[in-house]
């Protein structure tokens, strides 16, 4: 959460007129103590238990960026009668387009166990942040790094690991989810491209698609969420 803060790219406040928000750092994240050194425990398909859990025992609409929106997922596919819609940012490579990022994974995982934290900063600094924040907002890189700073070191090559077993649901599972979904992206992310977010779309059949080719529509983001989760709830009366 506090990454996404000093980012500054979402604000948060639009959509609480709309919802009671309630936001959380996933396991071995920022201010989670909450810390596994098993690699199953980061898989996304586990992770969902920490987001049913945080969201009480009532009806919720799921989202969340990257492992988040893969998170949101699975949460429709597991609890699918507490789930009223989903807001799905920056979706993850997947299926056939997963081997090569769990690969990356793998390999970042090996790095930090030989050559430590700053070593794996070292090499993350020369892989830079997808296009619109590298030519929009040149602070991204370096709040990005200095959050990556403050995770333990000994949980780190397991949440890589976790990340590197882990895939969406499948796209039947997903052309079965049936609730208002909203999917947000953006262009020039090749591990989180556009072509995962086109997928969902397609097989999501109460979906709508947003793609972001600059920095203004990212920030126009939270407006659309504003009116989607508002929608939701004229749907629901």
């Not at 924040?133 to 397991?158: F, G, T, Y």
């Not at 969902?200 to 698609?209: C, G, I, N, Q, T």
């Amino acid at each position: 959460m506090a990454h996404e803060d000093d980012l500054g790219l979402f604000d948060w406040s639009s959509a609480k007129a709309v919802a009671n928000v309630i936001r959380y750092d996933a396991r071995g994240h920022g201010g989670c103590e909450c810390a596994h050194f098993e690699d199953r425990a980061y898989r996304w398909s586990a992770l969902v238990d920490d987001m049913l859990r945080v969201s009480r025992q009532g009806p919720f609409v799921a989202g969340g960026a990257s492992m988040g929106a893969a998170t949101a997922l699975y949460a429709a596919v597991r609890a699918p009668r507490r789930i009223q819609g989903l807001v799905i940012v920056t979706p993850p490579s997947a299926w056939e387009d997963r081997p090569a990022q769990a690969e990356a994974y793998e390999a970042a995982a090996r790095m930090v166990e030989r050559r430590g934290m700053p070593g794996y900063l070292k090499a993350l600094q020369t892989v830079g942040q997808p296009r619109i924040l590298a030519e929009e907002l040149p602070d991204a890189d370096s709040i990005w790094l200095r959050h990556l700073r403050r995770m333990d070191e000994k949980v780190v090559p397991s949440i890589l690991r976790g990340a590197a077993s882990s895939d969406l649901p499948t796209r039947d599972e997903l052309h079965a989810v049936v609730v208002p979904t909203l999917i947000l992206a953006w262009t020039g992310d090749a591990a989180h491209p556009v072509s995962t977010a086109e997928s969902l779309a397609d097989l999501m059949v109460m979906s709508e698609l947003h793609l972001a080719d600059d920095l203004a529509a990212v920030r126009r983001w939270p407006e659309l969420v504003r009116d989607f989760l508002g929608g939701i709830c004229q749907w629901e009366e």
